[in-house]
């Protein structure tokens, strides 16, 4: 099982967001996608997730173009997400939340459930059982009963990923998801990832904390300015200049910045004084 991108393209008018983007992911490994803001990460997912059309190029996985797909197809193809900002069925159960996801692979069997009840409620407990196990892993069990909406902003985060997995996909997409999380949460978080690595999945990462993705990640894919600038491990990540450059600019960038800085300084200052 593999996830391609070849020459993968997206415009928005005169507007390219990723250019001639080709790299492949293979399972058992946990990629980061970095990168500056704008620099493209979150439409790579997007357009994976079939959220955005893809201007040209392909997206395969184990060789199944999957450009062109509706997004249900998408998902019922092994591919599951998360976002940036929440999305979750607020008024639902934490438990619903998982249970839901359930049913796209069980919908042929509606009416064996509806005719059988015994067969119908020794689903419903299987299906309950699944989301519980999830649940538990994320230490929300607690929660289960609880509606979605109510649960901390940690929380709902951690809920998020585990309404992702009650899908079982080979394919996990987490688009920043330590936004908004205090270091405690960012550090479970971190650990709670780690032990999704399965030799059966792939795990691509959106992520700014540069501390969780060099913990966490195998691999990591640089982009900049909508291009593949660089990928390799979290060590040859660190030490190549070019992705330096990306993120800090030249040593010129670096003191002209510290100059406006402290110009901004000496402005702030006189404005204080000036009120004193």
């Not at 395969?60 to 976002?83: F, P, V």
């Not at 985060?157 to 309404?163: C, F, G, N």
């Not at 688009?175 to 550090?187: F, I, K, S, V």
């Not at 690595?197 to 792939?202: G, L, N, V």
Request: glycine residues 8%; contains cysteine.
């Amino acid at each position: 099982m593999t996830l391609v991108f070849n020459n993968l393209r997206k415009q928005y008018g005169a507007n390219v967001a990723i250019n001639d983007v080709s790299t492949d992911f293979a399972p058992g490994l946990i990629y980061g996608v970095i990168g500056p803001n704008g620099a493209g990460k979150s439409t790579l997912i997007n357009m994976t997730a079939g959220s955005y059309t893809v201007s040209a190029g392909s997206i395969s996985l184990d060789g199944r173009r999957l450009d062109g797909m509706k997004k249900h197809q998408i998902a019922n193809s092994g591919i599951a997400r998360t976002y940036q900002n929440i999305r979750l069925f607020d008024q639902m159960t934490v438990l619903e939340n998982l249970e839901v996801c359930a049913y796209p692979a069980e919908v042929r069997n509606v009416w064996r459930e509806v005719l059988w009840p015994p067969y119908g409620r020794a689903r419903a407990a299987a299906r309950r059982e699944s989301a519980m196990e999830i649940l538990r892993f994320f230490g929300l069990e607690g929660h289960a009963d609880a509606e979605a909406g109510s649960l901390p902003y940690g929380r709902q985060r951690m809920l998020e990923i585990a309404r992702a997995l009650a899908m079982n996909p080979r394919v996990l997409l987490l688009d920043e998801p330590a936004a908004g999380l205090n270091h405690h949460e960012t550090a479970e978080l971190t650990a709670k990832l780690a032990e999704l690595r399965s030799p059966e999945r792939i795990m691509l990462v959106v992520e700014h904390d540069m501390d969780l993705v060099m913990t966490l990640c195998d691999r990591i894919v640089v982009m900049h300015h909508g291009k593949l600038l660089f990928q390799g491990t979290p060590a040859e990540v660190q030490a190549s200049s070019d992705v330096q450059l990306a993120y800090l600019g030249t040593d010129n960038d670096i003191d002209d910045i510290r100059a406006a800085a402290q110009d901004r300084r000496a402005q702030l200052g006189i404005r204080a004084r000036r009120r004193s």
